[in-house]
Nanobody
Framework: QVQLVESGGGLVQAGGSLRLSCAAS????????MAWYRQAPGKQRELVAD???????NYADSVKARFTISRDNAKNTVSLQMNSLKPEDTAVYYC???????????????WGKGTLVTVSP
């Protein structure tokens, strides 16, 4: 079994910063792309940022220049540094990873349970 566990959410004022972290654990052989998604109340889940195992990154236009995604391949972790937060960034943030497992042998997407980020005006 594989688990993704997020941490770092909370309440922050507009203009502030938060750092989210996600750790993957279990019978992991390798981790390919990792990503952060978010889902605001009444809206669909959307991609915030993703990062390949080689370190190439991609960001949603709404967070470019404010958010930074990074990963530690040795620890199977991914982080999201969020600066200049806006009320519209309020959402549940989900960690996602493409993982190849050893027992059973399979390659599939895994999701964390989410962490709430609330940005007050």
């Amino acid at each position: 079994q594989v688990q993704l566990v997020e941490s770092g959410g909370g309440l922050v004022q507009a203009g502030g910063s938060l750092r989210l972290s996600c750790a993957a654990s279990g019978s992991i052989f390798s981790v390919s792309a990792m990503a952060w998604y978010r889902q605001a109340p009444g809206k669909q889940r959307e991609l915030v940022a993703d990062i390949t195992s080689a370190g190439s990154t991609n960001y949603a236009d709404s967070v470019k220049a404010r958010f930074t995604i990074s990963r530690d391949n040795a620890k199977n972790t991914v982080s999201l540094q969020m600066n200049s937060l806006k009320p519209e960034d309020t959402a549940v943030y989900y960690c996602n990873a493409e993982i190849r497992t050893t027992i059973p042998v399979r390659f599939m997407d895994y999701w964390g349970k989410g962490t709430l980020v609330t940005v007050s005006p």
